[in-house]
Nanobody, 124 residues
C-alpha cells in the first residue's frame, strides 16, 4: 500500500509556472511507475504525463508536450510536475497516480494508487 499526497497547486496567470509535488509514504517509489492526470469540471480525467519505475523514460500528452516536465526523486520519495507557459485550458484538478508496473502507462485504469488531487487554476 502507498499513500500519495499532492501539493503545489494554486492560482496563476496565463504564461506563468507552477510545480506540483506528489509525496509518497508507505512504500518506496523506486518500484513504482508514476503518472499525472487531470480533470476539469464536466470533463473526463485525462492523462498528462508519466515516468517509468527507474525514472529514465517519460511520456506526455500532446497538449502539454514542451511545457510540462515530470521528474522522480526516489531518494525523496516524491514525483514532480513542472508546469510552464500555463494556459487557461490547463485549469483542472491534478492527480498523481502510482502502480508497480514496469512500462509507461497512459491509461488511468493502469494505476492502483491515487492522491486526493490539487487544484490548478490559470487565469487569462
Amino acid at each position: 500500500q502507498v499513500q500519495l499526497v499532492e501539493s503545489g497547486g494554486g492560482l496563476v496567470q496565463a504564461g506563468g509556472s507552477l510545480r506540483l509535488s506528489c509525496a509518497a509514504s508507505g512504500r518506496t517509489l523506486s518500484s513504482f511507475r508514476m503518472g499525472w492526470f487531470r480533470q476539469a469540471p464536466g470533463k473526463e480525467r485525462e492523462f498528462v504525463a508519466a515516468i517509468s519505475t527507474i525514472g529514465g523514460t517519460t511520456t506526455y500528452a500532446d497538449s502539454v508536450k514542451g511545457r510540462f516536465t515530470i521528474a522522480k526523486d526516489n531518494a525523496k520519495n516524491t514525483v514532480y510536475l513542472q508546469m510552464n507557459s500555463l494556459k487557461p485550458e490547463d485549469t483542472a484538478v491534478y492527480y498523481c497516480a502510482a502502480d508497480q508496473g514496469m512500462v509507461l502507462a497512459t491509461r488511468a485504469s493502469a494505476y492502483d494508487y491515487w492522491g486526493q488531487g490539487t487544484q490548478v487554476t490559470v487565469s487569462s
